[in-house]
T-cell receptor, first 109, second 117 residues
Framework: GQSLEQPSEVTAVEGAIVQINCTYQTSGFYGLSWYQQHDGGAPTFLSYNGLDGLEETGRFSSFLSRSDSYGYLLLQELQMKDSASYFCAVRDGGFKTIFGAGTRLFVKA | GAGVSQSPSNKVTEKGKDVELRCDPISGHTALYWYRQSLGQGLEFLIYFQGNSAPDKSGLPSDRFSAERTGGSVSTLTIQRTQQEDSAVYLC???????????????FGPGTRLTVL
């Protein structure tokens, strides 16, 4: 089957760094994406990795290792507004996108 | 209106009734997705439309679910004979899926919260 595994919850303090891991098992692979969703809101795109390595976008970075079927999202200088759910997603080689169950991030003062 | 819009924002219906959910994608976006999200859960893929190609319906949970996309733009998701387990938020997303592209950033609408009593 196709699945993406990520932790259900992560808690961190303001100003800290947090890493959210994602491992995937899919029939095909066209890259790993990350989306953020605040309570009651729609998911919004954060980052994409098509090739191995690190992609940086401001306070957010994302990493991919295709040989390990593994990636992570790194959030630096955490702010209260970063409290949200974060989803990893894989395009499976066709056009279908498989999402993980999401990681709920709690940022404490 | 630059974003994806969905209507209605909320729908309460009785078990056994049919419902129609509408999605207006971003103008010019060729790809359109429907997802279902239950409370506190991830996004469950339902169906995908890309241009004039046959849609990928592999995620539809039963034959009570159907969707169409008219004129390559607006899409309607129809659920017949609704059941209580159909209660969820139904999200639509669109993307500019370029030929040969390896990624498509999906832009999501606000969703329709469906409650089946």
């Amino acid at each position: 089957g196709q699945s993406l595994e990520q932790p259900s919850e992560v808690t961190a303090v303001e100003g800290a760094i947090v890493q959210i891991n994602c491992t995937y098992q899919t029939s095909g692979f066209y890259g790993l994406s990350w989306y953020q969703q605040h309570d009651g809101g729609a998911p919004t795109f954060l980052s994409y990795n098509g090739l191995d390595g690190l992609e940086e976008t401001g306070r957010f970075s994302s990493f991919l290792s295709r040989s390990d079927s593994y990636g992570y999202l790194l959030l630096q200088e955490l702010q209260m507004k970063d409290s949200a759910s974060y989803f990893c997603a894989v395009r499976d080689g066709g056009f279908k996108t498989i999402f993980g169950a999401g990681t709920r991030l709690f940022v404490k003062a | 209106g630059a974003g994806v819009s969905q209507s209605p924002s909320n729908k309460v219906t009785e078990k056994g009734k049919d419902v129609e959910l509408r999605c207006d994608p971003i103008s010019g976006h060729t790809a359109l997705y429907w997802y279902r999200q239950s409370l506190g859960q991830g996004l469950e893929f339902l169906i995908y439309f890309q241009g004039n190609s046959a849609p990928d319906k592999s995620g539809l949970p039963s034959d009570r679910f159907s969707a169409e996309r008219t004129g390559g733009s607006v899409s309607t998701l129809t659920i017949q004979r609704t059941q209580q387990e159909d209660s969820a938020v139904y999200l639509c997303a669109s993307s500019l899926m370029l030929s040969g592209a390896s990624t498509d950033t999906q832009y999501f609408g606000p969703g329709t919260r469906l409650t089946v009593l």
